[in-house]
C-alpha cells in the first residue's frame, strides 16, 4: 500500500523557516514528479510547488516563489519543501502528492499533512 507521510511543521513566527518532509513507502516514487500543496480553513487546497522526476525542473505560484524551495532525493524516495521568509497567509495544512508534471493531475493518494502555523 502506497503511503506518503509529511513532517517538519510546526509555529514559526513571521519571517521564520521551516523545512517540510514527504516521505513515500510502499514503492518507488522516482519517476513521478512531485508537488506539495496546502489547504487553510475554509479554502481549497492549492498547489504550491512541484519537481520533476529528476529534480531539474521546479514551479511555484507568484504567491510564494523566492521564499519555498522544492527539492528531492530519490534515492530516499523523499520530497522535500524548504519555506522561507514565511508569513501569515502561509499558516495552513501541507501535503505531498504524485502529479503529472506537464498537468498536475494528482496520482496518488493524500496523506495526513502536516501543519504549519506562522503567528505575526
Known amino acids: 500500500q502506497v503511503q506518503l507521510v509529511e513532517s517538519g511543521g510546526g509555529l514559526v513566527q513571521a519571517g521564520g523557516s521551516l523545512r517540510l518532509s514527504c516521505a513515500a513507502s510502499?514503492?518507488?516514487?522516482?519517476?513521478?514528479?512531485m508537488a506539495w500543496f496546502r489547504q487553510a480553513p475554509g479554502k481549497d487546497r492549492e498547489r504550491v510547488a512541484a519537481?520533476?522526476?529528476?529534480?531539474?525542473?521546479?514551479s511555484y505560484p507568484d504567491s510564494v516563489k523566492g521564499r519555498f524551495t522544492i527539492s528531492r532525493d530519490n534515492a530516499k524516495n523523499t520530497v522535500y519543501l524548504q519555506m522561507n521568509s514565511l508569513k501569515p497567509e502561509d499558516t495552513a495544512v501541507y501535503y505531498c502528492?504524485?502529479?503529472?508534471?506537464?498537468?498536475?493531475?494528482?496520482?496518488?493518494?493524500w496523506g495526513q499533512g502536516t501543519q504549519v502555523t506562522v503567528s505575526s
Open positions: 510502499g514503492r518507488t516514487f522516482s519517476g513521478d514528479a
Open positions: 502528492n504524485a502529479v503529472v508534471y506537464a498537468s498536475m493531475r494528482i496520482l496518488g493518494s
Open positions: 519537481i520533476n522526476w529528476n529534480g531539474y525542473s521546479t
